[in-house]
């Protein structure tokens, strides 16, 4: 992390209110074409995130690094996965405030992408994010991870699973982004069941960012994966002691080949780990 950023939000001590990394070229470096529609996501944050407890007093000066940079760390693997044949469909688990699946879906608009996340107040902050984004290849899931596996979804009399989701929004005009709907709103949430629905699990990759020790997170990411998916989860340095303690529940939940991965941020500042999971 940059040296010099406000470290308190005690009372007293000023908050920076220009984020350190504003006007540095290592955003365009590392976040490309999604630098626009990631200004967006950003000025929301700085805006609102504080007030709507998305973000905590402290990372007022450092949103670039601290959320959406490091969200963009997951970017390569998700990549190196669609070069290994691995689809598209992409479920970002527990996803907050939008980290990392917000800052997937603008670097990647040719994937889909769904965010499973069960709080109201987040959903709707989700929906906000997407509307003022222009993505159009994002979905929100209202539930928790365990409810969204295909385990726990009925079947109606023609053999077609049945899914609880937010709402469906207009679609925006901008097509570079993708060419999916997306889900959630400013106006509220209305949980419906629909059929057919391309948000359903199983998915071809997972993604989850600070969401649980892996000897949880292994439980609620794997049975969403179809056979021959991924994990890939951003995790900090205790990442190769996490994946030791849940080798048990990782061969329970039939994945293989748990390693942890360096992950860049970007020139001059901290990388972070990724733990990868294959499913079988």
């Known amino acids: ?10 009372e007293g001590v000023d908050l920076p209110q220009t984020d350190v990394l504003e006007g540095n070229r290592v955003l365009a470096q590392v976040l490309g074409d999604a630098l626009a529609p990631l200004k967006v996501f950003h000025e929301k944050l700085a805006r609102e995130g504080i007030e709507r407890g998305i973000i905590g007093p402290r990372d007022q000066g450092i949103i670039w690094e601290r959320h959406i940079l490091n969200s963009a760390a997951i970017v390569p693997f998700v990549k190196e996965a669609l070069a290994e044949g691995i689809g598209p469909r992409i479920a970002d688990v527990g996803s907050g ?5 917000i800052v997937l879906a603008a670097c990647m608009p ?7 996340e069960p ?4 959903v709707l902050w989700l929906g906000e994010v997407i509307d003022e984004m222009n993505l159009e290849n994002v979905t929100v899931l209202r539930k928790r991870a365990e409810e969204v596996m295909p385990s726990s979804k009925k079947v109606d009399k023609s053999g077609r699973r049945k899914v609880r989701r937010v709402e469906n929004h207009p679609r925006h005009g901008n097509s570079g982004m993708g060419g999916s709907n997306h889900r959630g709103s400013e106006r509220g949430v209305n949980e419906s069941e629909i059929v057919g629905d391309s948000s359903q699990a199983p998915y071809d990759m997972v993604t989850c960012r600070a969401v649980a020790p892996m000897t949880k997170l292994t439980g ?27 080798a048990k529940e990782i061969k329970k939940n039939h994945g293989m080949n748990p390693r942890v991965c360096e992950a860049p941020v970007g020139p001059g500042l901290e990388e972070t780990h990724v733990v990868l999971v294959d499913k079988v």
């Open 1 to 10: 992390m940059i040296n010099g950023v406000g470290n308190g939000a005690s």
């Open 220 to 246: 609620w990411t794997l049975p969403l994966l179809h056979a021959g998916g991924r994990l890939i989860a951003l995790k900090g340095r205790s990442a190769e002691a996490e994946i030791d303690k849940a």
């Open 110 to 116: 040719s994937c889909d992408v769904t965010l499973i």
């Open 119 to 122: 709080m109201e107040r987040r």
């Open 97 to 101: 405030g939008g980290f990392p699946g």
